[in-house]
């Protein structure tokens, strides 16, 4: 069974950077398309980023394009989310997960296979 573990949140001041990692085991990577999402206080879970196989397309939402960068490494079993100029509202949890049927464009219409436990970004103003 595939294992997600995330890493790298903490608070962070608006207009910061952070770099989330998620690590997989059980399964390799490669197989599965991956994605972050993220679940703010009081609000449901939404779609940030998708990336193909082998990475070479991804996807993302649009209140987070232009600043988040999402990339993967097969050799290493992990994906990373780089987050830059962070804002308030980027504040949330944020879980990776992996689907291995879905594309990274079809990611937010589809029910992933393996999520992670999460990791708390908080962005002050």
């Known amino acids: 069974q595939e294992q997600l573990v995330e890493s790298g949140g903490r608070l962070v001041q608006a207009g910061g950077s952070l770099r989330l990692s998620c690590a997989a085991s059980?399964?390799?990577?490669?197989?599965?398309?991956m994605a972050w999402f993220r679940q703010a206080p009081g609000k449901g879970r939404e779609f940030v980023s998708a990336?193909?196989?082998?990475?070479?397309?991804?996807f993302y939402s649009d209140s987070v394009k232009a600043r988040f960068t999402m990339s993967r490494d097969n050799a290493k079993n992990t994906v990373d989310l780089q987050m830059d100029s962070l804002k308030p509202e980027d504040t949330a949890v944020y879980y990776c997960?992996?689907?291995?049927?879905?594309?990274?464009?079809?990611?937010?219409?589809?029910?992933?296979?393996?999520w992670g436990k999460g990791t708390l970004v908080t962005v002050s103003s």
């Open positions: 997960a992996a689907d291995r049927r879905a594309t990274a464009s079809s990611v937010p219409y589809s029910v992933m296979d393996y």
């Open positions: 059980g399964r390799t990577v490669s197989d599965y398309t």
């Open positions: 990336i193909s196989r082998r990475g070479g397309s991804s």
